[in-house]
T-cell receptor, first 113, second 113 residues
Framework: KAGVTQTPRYLIKTRGQQVTLSCSPI?????VSWYQQTPGQGLQFLFE???????NKGNFPGRFSGRQFSNSRSEMNVSTLELGDSALYLC????????????FGQGTRLTVV | GDSVTQMEGPVTLSEEAFLTINCTYT??????LFWYVQYPGEGLQLLLK???ADDKGSNKGFEATYRKETTSFHLEKGSVQVSDSAVYFC????????????WGAGTKLIIKP
């Protein structure tokens, strides 16, 4: 059974640009959550999607957005990139909404220059 | 709000030493508790979990017991190996926080041969 797949693994973008990250959950999993990991702030919850609807949202500005498709794949978008957006972005999948067991992908390392 | 506090690292031990990484939590509800491990350059892997008081989670020689009276979930291993070197994260999932994972800051473990 394939795990959670995140693409791309690495990205370098310029301030002001926008970026889209992709996450394919484990087959059969319907919930996808996104997290930002930085050395200063640690792991912070961005949002959770289930059945193509955002169910829960962390404390991030509106520049951070996401969506989920009918096949449960998810994308997150960050617009008007800032240097502080440089981070490891992790996607996690669960069987269902509010399921307590999350399986993580390897992450996308975003560097904003 | 909910929070997780972990002992600061790095923790440096010799191979075959006994390991304890302390984790305490505050929660408004009755949370599930987790330990995740992150190897260099990788995403997060679920190491073990416990969903109710006095439950003991165990995996790969690691153990942690859900102690409601002391709001703790300390990670232990009787004999560590060099391959255990990684960052360990304690986390909780609480109905009162809509089940989003709340993370500790992580503890870096270094095992010397």
């Amino acid at each position: 059974k394939a795990g959670v797949t995140q693409t791309p693994r690495y990205l370098i973008k310029t301030r002001g640009q926008q970026v889209t990250l992709s996450c394919s959950p484990i087959s059969g999993h319907r919930s996808v959550s996104w997290y930002q990991q930085t050395p200063g702030q640690g792991l912070q919850f961005l949002f959770e999607y289930f059945s193509e609807t955002q169910r829960n949202k962390g404390n991030f500005p509106g520049r951070f957005s996401g969506r989920q498709f009918s096949n449960s794949r998810s994308e997150m978008n960050v617009s008007t990139l800032e240097l502080g957006d440089s981070a490891l972005y992790l996607c996690a999948s669960s069987l269902a909404y509010r399921n307590t067991e999350a399986f993580f992908g390897q992450g996308t390392r975003l560097t904003v220059v | 709000g909910d929070s997780v506090t972990q002992m600061e690292g790095p923790v440096t031990l010799s191979e075959e030493a006994f390991l304890t990484i302390n984790c305490t939590y505050t929660a408004t509800g009755y949370p599930s508790l987790f330990w995740y491990v992150q190897y260099p350059g990788e995403g997060l892997q679920l190491l073990l979990k416990a969903t109710k008081a006095d439950d003991k989670g165990s995996n790969k020689g690691f153990e942690a017991t859900y102690r409601k009276e002391t709001t703790s979930f300390h990670l232990e291993k009787g004999s560590v190996q060099v391959s255990d070197s990684a960052v360990y994260f304690c986390a909780l999932s609480d109905p009162g926080s809509n089940y989003q994972l709340i993370w500790g800051a992580g503890t870096k473990l270094i095992i010397k041969p």
